[in-house]
């Protein structure tokens, strides 16, 4: 079936640090893409999608591209800020069938001043 | 625009009693989705509806899980008898009929004894 993996946290940086989030999948045909974030006490948040190969999503400096010879989805952010501080999940939404989301296990990242 | 609203917020239960959770989606969305997002894991889904019918059910517990959306509005996800792996935080999503894009309550905190 569809699954996501998404490189283990924690991750701790330096304000203004580049930031690289690791996610690859596996699924069939043409899946949709997303990152959303969970910040401390509140519920998830799309942060950005993509829905075709090659594709780039962005939204508040971070940005994804969907690269389908890799397979993978990867979030970055040139400069973090401490606001940034969250848990960022990678999904896929699989082609054709059911809508669910299937997500992978979230990243937290933790940014220091 | 209120968005997906969810009660209680938390809740401690002891082992072998019961326990509901009410998921109010976003005014105008059709479909509606409960996840279930154990710690340290992505939100795995259990059910999801399109107005008030299951379009998937397929990693519902039946045995012990029941959920309704009688009039195709809110929902009621029911746990009876809880098990202390039934521990999660349970996420209520809701979207438009053929749009991809889910908007997640804050979710409900479940602590089983």
């Known amino acids: 079936g569809d699954s996501v993996t998404q490189m283990e946290g924690p991750v701790t940086l330096s304000e203004e640090a580049f930031l690289t989030i690791n996610c690859t999948y596996t699924a069939t045909g043409y899946p949709s893409l997303f990152w959303y974030v969970q910040y401390p006490g509140e519920g998830l948040q799309l942060l950005l999608k993509?829905?075709?190969?090659?594709d780039k999503g962005s939204n508040k400096g971070f940005e994804a591209t969907y690269r389908k010879e890799t397979t993978s989805f990867h979030l970055e952010k040139g400069s973090v800020q401490v606001s940034d501080s969250a848990v960022y999940f990678c999904a896929l939404r699989g082609q054709g069938g059911s809508e669910k989301l299937v997500f992978g296990k979230g990243t937290k990242l933790t940014v220091n001043p | 625009e209120a968005g997906v609203a969810q009660s209680p917020r938390y809740k401690i239960i002891e082992k072998r009693q019961s326990v509901a959770f009410w998921c109010n989606p976003i005014s105008g969305h059709a479909t509606l989705y409960w996840y279930q997002q154990i710690l340290g894991q992505g939100p795995k889904l259990l059910i999801q509806f399109q107005n008030n019918g299951v379009v998937d059910d397929s990693q519902l517990p039946k045995d012990r899980f029941s959920a309704e959306r009688l009039k195709g509005v809110d929902s009621t996800l029911k746990i009876q008898p809880a098990k202390l792996e039934d521990s999660a935080v349970y996420l209520c999503?809701?979207?438009?009929?053929?749009?991809?894009?889910?908007?997640f309550g804050p979710g409900t905190r479940l602590l089983v004894l």
């Open positions: 993509a829905t075709k190969a090659d």
């Open positions: 999503a809701s979207s438009r009929q053929g749009i991809e894009t889910q908007y």
